[in-house]
Structures are given as C-alpha cells and as structure tokens.
C-alpha cells in the first residue's frame, strides 16, 4: 500500500513507503525489550515537516509506532527526533505524552532554546539531544553551539547522540571526546562493512569506545550498512550477514553500552524497506546469549532513560 503524505506536501520522489503487515518475529524478545532508536514523522497535515529539511518523508504516526511496538513484542520505544522535522520537536513530543510513560525522546535543539523550554521537554520526556554530521541530512551546525548545547542539557541529566559517518570519525574526534556527557553513536558510526572488521577504519571506532567509557553506541541498521542485505542466502539467519561481525564484536567487547533500535519507519531507503520482524530476528545473532540481549534490550536502555525505574 502507498502511504500518504499530509498537509502541503508531496514525499521525495524514490522515497521507500514502510513495511505493512511486518511478520512476527520467531525471536521472542525479553520481558521489558525497548526499542532505543525509531521516528515518528508528522502526520505532516498536523505537524509540518521543517522548511530547511532535505527530505520529505511519508507520515508514520505515534499510533502506528505504537502498533508496531506491540506486534514485534516490545514494552518501550526511545522516539529520536528526526532531520524532517528540525528543531520543531512537536510531533516526538506528543508521541511521549501519548506513551503512558512507555516513550522517551531524543530531541533537536538550538542555542537560543530557554531553560524553560529545556524543562518543558524533559517532562514531556525528553532525556537527549542529537547531533548530527551526515552531510546529506542536515547543514553545518557550529561546534561552539554544539557544545554550549551539550554543556546546558548535561545539567538535566541528558545525554548526547552523534550521527556520523566512519570517514568522518577521524575529523570529529576532538570535539567527540569533549562532550562533558554520556555519549551515544547511532549505527555503530555507519562503518563500511565491505572493509575488514579489524581493519583501521572499525579499529578506530572500537578505540574511541576503549578510550571514552561514557560512549556507547546503537548496534543498529543493518538493512543501511549491509551490500549483502535482507537475502536468507544459505539458510535461516543469513540476512544482513556482512554487518554481523561488526555489530557482534560491539556487542561484546561493550556489553554494557550498546542499544538497539527498529529505525522505524526507515528514512531515507532506496533499495528495500526492511521486514521489522526480520530485524528482529537479527538480534540473535550479534547478542548470542540471553545474557547480552538482556543487557542490550532491557538493561541498558532503561539505565539510559528511565534510571528511576532501575
Ligand atoms: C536514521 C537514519 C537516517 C535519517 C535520520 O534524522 C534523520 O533524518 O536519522 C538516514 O537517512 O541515514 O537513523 O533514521
């Protein structure tokens, strides 16, 4: 089925609608599973999508996350705001305080935000503020602002996501390793998959989380990072099978600072839309032992953003 975009809109040509009916995952998720990294999007006949975005996605409303939530099994969602929707944080905001306590957020804020409007979103509950790098995504924010952002937010008890790519690393990593909070990478700081896992570019990666015992990362994506993708070519569990080793030796070498997320509705796809139960169903194998999915799904998330339960 095509899906709509609302309001004064028409969605980016290419655009990949969202899966319908996604299949019931056969991995059955622990009790209290939170899913630490999906969007809402609009419906944009209600809150409009930014002027400055580079994108127009088709809407994909809290209720449907919500549905979604409770046909894969999960308890929880973490709600980041998207590159649509700018610093109008309005749509992952009314999606938290329609969760009955079961979605937090990750906001996108400016320097001229007041502390009141800080508070605002934490009671709505907000808990991060996101950063990102990818240049296809947004433009040029300056680290000065960046960092007073940081500085402000950290006195809430937030923490800050990155969004960049591998290459980038290199460039960003003085002002990454300054950030004065918790520090959370989206999808494993997007490496390239084709390269070795244990050569320099993931090398890099794995020693800025060695170095800096406040970074953690999402093991989440592979449908973005895998040239393999979603085929099962040699039997059950083959899907995204080139992404495995990295998210793997993530998830061990970090059991207590990985998170992981659908990326609900998926922006931004060009080649296939993922099955979210498939997705699912990829969890196994980067977290082998009940153990460490406990820690990934459960444990770490609610550590991050509902400490107060923990
Ligand atoms: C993701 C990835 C993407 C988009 C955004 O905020 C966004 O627009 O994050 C992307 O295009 O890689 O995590 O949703």
């Known amino acids: 089925m095509t899906k709509a975009t609302s309001g004064d809109f028409t969605k980016t040509a290419g655009w990949l609608d969202w899966y319908d009916g996604p299949s019931k995952p056969r991995f059955q998720l622990p009790a209290g599973a939170v899913d630490a990294h999906c969007h809402v999007f609009g419906p944009g006949a209600e809150f409009p999508y930014a002027p400055e975005r580079k994108y127009t996605p088709c809407d994909a409303s809290k209720e449907q996350l919500y549905a979604l939530r409770d046909h894969l099994g999960f308890s929880r969602n973490v709600i980041v705001q998207a590159t649509c929707h700018g610093?109008?944080?309005?749509?992952?905001?009314?999606a938290c305080v329609s969760s009955d306590g079961r979605a937090r957020g990750v906001a996108t804020v400016k320097r001229d935000i007041s502390d009141e409007a800080l508070h605002r979103l934490h009671v709505a509950g907000v808990r991060g503020v996101r950063f990102n790098f990818v240049k296809?995504?947004?433009d040029f924010t300056p680290k000065d602002e960046l960092l007073e952002i940081a500085g402000r937010v950290k006195m809430?008890?937030?923490?800050?996501v990155i969004y960049f790519e591998a290459v980038d690393l290199p460039e960003l990593w003085d002002f990454f390793t300054a950030l004065p909070t918790t520090v959370v990478v989206d999808h494993m700081g997007r490496p390239d998959v084709?390269?070795?896992v244990d050569g320099p570019e993931f090398e890099l990666f794995l020693k800025f989380m060695r170095q800096h015992p406040n970074?953690?990362?999402?093991?989440?994506?592979?449908?973005?990072?895998?040239a393999t993708g979603p085929k099962a070519l040699n039997g059950e569990q083959a899907a995204y099978q080139d992404v495995?080793?990295?998210?793997r030796k993530v998830v061990e070498e970090f059991p207590d600072r990985v998170l992981w997320g659908t990326d609900w509705p998926h922006p931004n796809l060009k080649d296939h839309m993922p099955d979210d139960g498939l997705l699912v169903d990829f969890i196994p194998q980067i977290a082998p032992t009940a153990e460490l999915q406990r820690k990934l799904l459960v444990d770490n998330p609610m550590k991050l953003?509902?400490?107060e339960e923990v």
């Open 87 to 94: 610093a109008d944080n309005r749509a992952m905001v009314d």
């Open 136 to 138: 296809r995504l947004v």
């Open 156 to 160: 809430f008890g937030w923490h800050v």
């Open 194 to 196: 084709s390269k070795p």
């Open 215 to 226: 970074v953690w990362s999402k093991v989440s994506c592979p449908e973005r990072l895998s």
């Open 244 to 247: 495995v080793p990295f998210a």
């Open 305 to 307: 953003y509902w400490p």
